[in-house]
């Protein structure tokens, strides 16, 4: 089939473009507690739900969390597992309750409200991530107060977004979203967009080595590491992934770079442990407050195991070109094919929309500095401007 000429494929393109797009944008914003995103990447499901239906919906959270890491340099790491997650849990959560709500005469939930079903969802799922997999301490349930409250408003600014956009896009005469359409026909000077892949070229075998071949090996550590850990364990694949690094020609230096990007969550997963005093060898005691071996013990296997994850998911694609890994997951999905899954589509709409991204990046930094320049900000002045800008990204679905 040509996909390329296909029109629901390409609107399927499209939006999972938009939605890669806001949740690169995301990536940007500061994250003083782990878990706690604004959640835009949601407002694209929600419209795509009503849009397009529940399928397709699920099919854009999924492929825009891949193209995310992809690009961010997370794929299999530690956030990717929350992002791929959560994503899922709080589509098929807001899924479930759009379809019932569609069928019924008096709907007893808005969008704002499947939107904050949606981000609840969203953040629940993280947070048991973290507690079953990742850091297995009950102090992570500290958490639970902080992403409850996030969720509510997360879930209402973006429920408001989407309801605006939607009920946007069914009225279609709007000149000022014609105004905003007409910044993205408009030529931009290219900045490169944020491609921030991390490919370090080189001709070693590490580079040379299969795609799909890396792929596997990288679950299988994680699930190694996730579920059969010990110091030995970690010690004997950190040899392996520095002397991997080391033989495709990439320093020390480069190597570690990529643990910045989850430096928060490390210094979090090493807390937890104190917070909650765990033991009975105290080495420290301040008041109520006291640190015991086995609670540094497990800060520190917390902290080992999750910058493993890191160092083993960004050595991959570190030595891998962006396009063989897309091949990749192209191969691996051919055996569902039973299922109704094309490898061959998903492969296109991966590859379609990273090329698409930095473009649209650069239209929106365009719109949104159009936008400033003409009206006042605050939280009210975001809300429509992000409106705006998500109906034109829409909009051009239809063009």
Known sequence: MDYKNDPKTQKTVLLVTCASLLQLAEAFFP??????????????????????????????????????????????????????????TSSLIMGFFYTIMKHMKKPLLSLVGISLLGAVAHN???????????????????????????????????GIIASRVCAKLESGDSLSDNEYIKIFAMPVVKSGGPDKRGYISGDSFIHRADAVLKIIIVFVTAIMLLFFGSFGLFAGI???????ALAAGISTAKLFSGIKKIWVFLAFSFLVPLIISQGSHVLFAAGPFKITSEALSAGGFFVVRLALLMLVSDLMIKTTEPEKLITAIESILKPLSFAGIS????????VSSWTTIPEFWDRV????????????TGVKG????????????YRQTEI
């Open 31 to 88: 994250q003083p507690v782990p878990g706690i995103k604004l959640g835009l990447a949601n407002m694209i499901t929600i419209v795509a739900l009503v849009d397009l239906g529940f399928g397709p919906a699920i099919e854009i959270a999924i492929l825009r969390t891949v193209i995310s890491s992809l690009l961010l340099g997370t794929f299999l790491s530690t956030t990717f597992i929350l992002s791929f997650t959560s994503a899922i």
């Open 238 to 244: 950190f040899v392996l992934v520095t002397a991997a």
């Open 343 to 350: 490898g061959k589509r998903t492969s296109h709409i991966i």
């Open 382 to 393: 975001i809300i429509v401007m992000l409106t705006l800008v998500i109906v034109a990204l």
């Open 365 to 376: 930094t365009a719109a949104v500095k159009n936008f400033k320049e003409k009206e006042k």
């Open 124 to 158: 629940l799922t993280q947070l048991a991530v973290v507690y079953f997999i990742l850091i297995r301490s009950a102090g992570v349930l500290m958490l639970l107060p902080w992403l409850g409250i996030s969720g509510v408003i997360m879930g209402w600014i973006t």
